[in-house]
């Protein structure tokens, strides 16, 4: 049944993958075995004169019931409504009401209930009087049931697209187009303001942000009885909106001072989840990703993985094996026995391509069949087009990549991949090999695989014509991929 | 640190055949509660290596576990509870774990391993 689905107008990218992830985890492609091939996305269709950036989008579900617990679960769906009409003008938005069924109305028109109507205008605020005028003109509609403002059993919106003239960025919508329909479900906004960072007890400088931690976790599909698995889990951000949806986390880090100390007795990653009232990580260990202490044997263990892994550019990545030991400048040491209980580990700077590496070869080994691994991967912008080549891995299939710019310079891209093939011999060979050949060339990755430099290098050794900021004008104008 | 992750770590250090099971040296045990999940249970039964874990919770001072087991024991109520307690519950607060070849040790304070490889175990 087709369904219009309105978004919250930002992280336009993140929007269509969090809803195809959701309906792929409340069985909207189960009983596919009649179609062939089995279905494994959704259809959309965009309404009349609307741009792919739109917030209004159709989009086909099986049933009101998955519609309503992908929208409820979401975070970016404003609403998805079941469409009473549509038209150009409210002449022709009563005729096609009236053309809508009885059986499809009457229902949720009953005396015993109660309703509200809400006028919503996209890109421009109407006064309480256009609205009360525009509800009384519905009037045609035999509502039975009592009006209740505050806690209704049934919500009706009446939008209105059209060019205000606004400065939303959007190409104008060339025709007005006017919706109405019956609220199915909506996400819970208040989820926000509850988790924000602003408010949390132990924070870092990497902390993910609430929104997008919680989006990250719909990529993932966390849901109860699920093991997710954080390899950089810092301060437990990302567990946090994994466990808020009943998932069992579990979280690693090489920095033994975030994970086991915090800030004190009151202020470490076990009261964050203790303010929320979330169950606790049944497991938190240091370890190093790249020297991971797991037993041979062990595999697809976790349900998902998630994580924000250090790009190097706010936050150095670290990896075991002594810095100047990698780099040539001194000679294989061990530690003298009456030093080795309290030694810390010289450890060495991590570059982004060997942790991609070490985590698609952890996520290829540990993740269940079918089980999903959604982490941010930094990129560049250079001249508009995010033309980059994602990691790859045998194992894995990626369905969705979802840009973040995050300045003038760079973007990070959510990038969701899902294990369709097993971890075999053959593979963990390649990946020991591709290991060993990192340890070899140490020097040459750190410059290589730098990205710092790409960030804040001063603009004219960017562009070696000297042309300052050219591609400024090219860039888009409106903030649509900003956060 | 929970049996559930004592089971998931091995000693990897250079030239060792096989780092695990790892001994548990114990300072400190602590019982801690844990919502209880039979589908999440018996996901984990599977992948969990039996003998370990037996071997693992006796050293905590709990004898409870049968030292075999089978997938139809899981249709038993009273053994998931079991399983449940030693995997999920008991708690190793304080205390190390031991390489069984090399005897070196991992400590694990305030409940968390330190598993980090010194510079010439990598």
Same mark, same amino acid.
């Given at each position: 049944?087709?369904?219009?689905?309105?978004?919250?107008?930002?992280?336009?990218?993140?929007?269509?993958?969090?809803?195809?992830?959701?309906?792929?985890?409340?069985?909207?492609?189960?009983?596919?075995?009649?179609?062939?091939?089995?279905?494994?996305?959704?259809?959309?269709?965009?309404?009349?004169?609307?741009?792919?950036?739109?917030?209004?989008?159709?989009?086909?579900?099986?049933?009101?019931?998955?519609?309503?617990?992908?929208?409820?679960?979401?975070?970016?769906?404003?609403?998805?409504?079941?469409?009473?009409?549509?038209?150009?003008?409210?002449?022709?938005?009563?005729?096609?009401?009236?053309?809508?069924?009885?059986?499809?109305?009457?229902?949720?028109?009953?005396?015993?209930?109660?309703?509200?109507?809400?006028?919503?205008?996209?890109?421009?605020?109407?006064?309480?009087?256009?609205?009360?005028?525009?509800?009384?003109?519905?009037?045609?509609?035999?509502?039975?049931?009592?009006?209740?403002?505050?806690?209704?059993?049934?919500?009706?919106?009446?939008?209105?697209?059209?060019?205000?003239?606004?400065?939303?960025?959007?190409?104008?919508?060339?025709?007005?187009?006017?919706?109405?329909?019956?609220?199915?479900?909506?996400?819970?906004?208040?989820?926000?303001?509850?988790?924000?960072?602003?408010?949390?007890?132990?924070?870092?400088?990497?902390?993910?942000?609430?929104?997008?931690?919680?989006?990250?976790?719909?990529?993932?599909?966390?849901?109860?009885?699920?093991?997710?698995?954080?390899?950089?889990?810092?301060?437990?951000?990302?567990?946090?909106?994994?466990?808020?949806?009943?998932?069992?986390?579990?979280?690693?880090?090489?920095?033994?001072?975030?994970?086991?100390?915090?800030?004190?007795?009151?202020?470490?990653?076990?009261?964050?989840?203790?303010?929320?009232?979330?169950?606790?990580?049944?497991?938190?260990?240091?370890?190093?990703?790249?020297?991971?202490?797991?037993?041979?044997?062990?595999?697809?263990?976790?349900?998902?993985?998630?994580?924000?892994?250090?790009?190097?550019?706010?936050?150095?990545?670290?990896?075991?094996?002594?810095?100047?030991?990698?780099?040539?400048?001194?000679?294989?040491?061990?530690?003298?026995?009456?030093?080795?209980?309290?030694?810390?580990?010289?450890?060495?700077?991590?570059?982004?391509?060997?942790?991609?590496?070490?985590?698609?070869?952890?996520?290829?080994?540990?993740?269940?069949?079918?089980?999903?691994?959604?982490?941010?991967?930094?990129?560049?912008?250079?001249?508009?087009?995010?033309?980059?080549?994602?990691?790859?891995?045998?194992?894995?299939?990626?369905?969705?990549?979802?840009?973040?710019?995050?300045?003038?310079?760079?973007?990070?891209?959510?990038?969701?991949?899902?294990?369709?093939?097993?971890?075999?011999?053959?593979?963990?060979?390649?990946?020991?090999?591709?290991?060993?050949?990192?340890?070899?060339?140490?020097?040459?990755?750190?410059?290589?695989?730098?990205?710092?430099?790409?960030?804040?290098?001063?603009?004219?050794?960017?562009?070696?014509?000297?042309?300052?900021?050219?591609?400024?004008?090219?860039?888009?104008?409106?903030?649509?991929?900003?956060? | 640190?929970?049996?559930?992750?004592?089971? =998931?770590?091995? %000693?990897?250090?250079? /030239?060792? @055949? #096989?780092?695990?099971? *790892?001994?548990?040296?114990?300072?400190?045990?602590?019982?801690?509660?844990?919502?209880?999940?039979?589908?999440?249970?018996?996901?984990?039964?599977?992948?969990?290596?039996?003998?370990?874990?037996?071997?693992?919770?006796?050293? =905590?001072?709990? %004898?409870?576990?049968? /030292?075999? @087991? #089978?997938?139809?024991? *899981?249709?038993?109520?009273?053994?998931?509870?079991?399983?449940?307690?030693?995997?999920?519950?008991?708690?190793?607060?304080?205390?190390?774990?031991?390489?069984?070849?090399?005897?070196?040790?991992?400590?694990?304070?305030?409940?968390?391993?330190?598993?980090?490889?010194?510079?010439?175990?990598?």
């Amino acid at each position: 049944m087709w369904y219009l689905c309105v978004f919250y107008h930002r992280l336009l990218d993140y929007r269509k993958p969090e809803v195809e992830s959701l309906a792929e985890l409340f069985g909207a492609f189960k009983d596919t075995d009649n179609t062939n091939p089995p279905k494994n996305s959704l259809e959309w269709k965009l309404p009349q004169h609307h741009h792919p950036d739109s917030p209004f989008h159709f989009v086909n579900l099986p049933s009101e019931e998955i519609a309503r617990n992908v929208a409820s679960r979401s975070i970016l769906v404003k609403g998805i409504y079941e469409l009473w009409g549509e038209g150009s003008s409210y002449e022709e938005l009563e005729l096609a009401i009236k053309c809508c069924p009885d059986e499809h109305k009457l229902p949720y028109l009953t005396p015993g209930s109660t309703f509200k109507i809400i006028v919503d205008c996209f890109g421009k605020v109407i006064s309480s009087k256009e609205q009360n005028d525009r509800i009384q003109g519905l009037a045609y509609i035999p509502f039975k049931g009592q009006v209740n403002l505050r806690n209704p059993d049934h919500k009706f919106w009446l939008m209105e697209t059209d060019d205000y003239g606004s400065n939303n960025g959007l190409p104008p919508i060339v025709q007005k187009r006017i919706f109405f329909g019956r609220e199915i479900g909506a996400a819970d906004r208040k989820l926000l303001p509850t988790y924000q960072l602003k408010s949390r007890t132990y924070l870092g400088p990497t902390a993910m942000d609430a929104e997008i931690a919680f989006l990250m976790a719909n990529q993932a599909q966390a849901s109860p009885g699920k093991l997710v698995y954080d390899p950089f889990v810092g301060t437990g951000s990302i567990l946090i909106s994994a466990a808020h949806f009943g998932a069992i986390t579990m979280g690693a880090d090489i920095d033994i001072r975030v994970v086991r100390d915090g800030r004190g007795p009151n202020c470490n990653v076990w009261s964050n989840f203790k303010q929320y009232g979330l169950p606790m990580p049944i497991s938190l260990l240091r370890a190093d990703n790249n020297l991971p202490p797991w037993r041979s044997g062990l595999k697809e263990m976790f349900d998902a993985i998630i994580c924000d892994p250090p790009y190097g550019v706010r936050a150095g990545g670290r990896k075991s094996g002594g810095r100047k030991l990698l780099k040539g400048v001194v000679g294989p040491y061990t530690i003298p026995d009456d030093k080795r209980t309290d030694h810390i580990p010289s450890t060495a700077a991590y570059s982004l391509a060997e942790c991609v590496h070490d985590l698609l070869d952890l996520a290829a080994r540990m993740l269940v069949m079918g089980g999903r691994l959604v982490y941010f991967y930094p990129v560049l912008r250079e001249e508009d087009s995010i033309d980059t080549n994602f990691p790859e891995h045998p194992c894995f299939k990626l369905v969705a990549a979802c840009e973040q710019i995050l300045s003038f310079r760079y973007s990070r891209v959510l990038l969701t991949m899902v294990k369709i093939a097993p971890y075999t011999e053959e593979i963990a060979e390649a990946a020991m090999i591709q290991h060993l050949e990192f340890k070899e060339n140490h020097l040459k990755w750190l410059e290589d695989g730098n990205l710092h430099s790409g960030v804040f290098s001063p603009a004219d050794l960017l562009n070696g014509t000297g042309d300052t900021k050219p591609s400024k004008e090219s860039k888009p104008k409106y903030r649509g991929k900003y956060v | 640190m929970r049996l559930l992750t004592h089971n =998931m770590l091995s %000693s990897n250090i250079k /030239g060792v @055949a #096989n780092g695990f099971p *790892l001994r548990i040296e114990v300072e400190k045990v602590v019982e801690k509660q844990v919502d209880f999940n039979a589908d999440f249970l018996k996901n984990m039964f599977a992948k969990i290596e039996w003998k370990a874990l037996v071997d693992a919770s006796r050293s =905590m001072g709990y %004898s409870e576990l049968p /030292g075999d @087991a #089978n997938p139809s024991m *899981l249709d038993s109520d009273d053994f998931l509870q079991k399983f449940h307690h030693a995997l999920l519950e008991l708690h190793l607060e304080e205390g190390a774990l031991v390489c069984p070849e090399t005897g070196r040790k991992f400590p694990v304070n305030k409940g968390i391993p330190n598993m980090l490889l010194h510079e010439d175990e990598v």
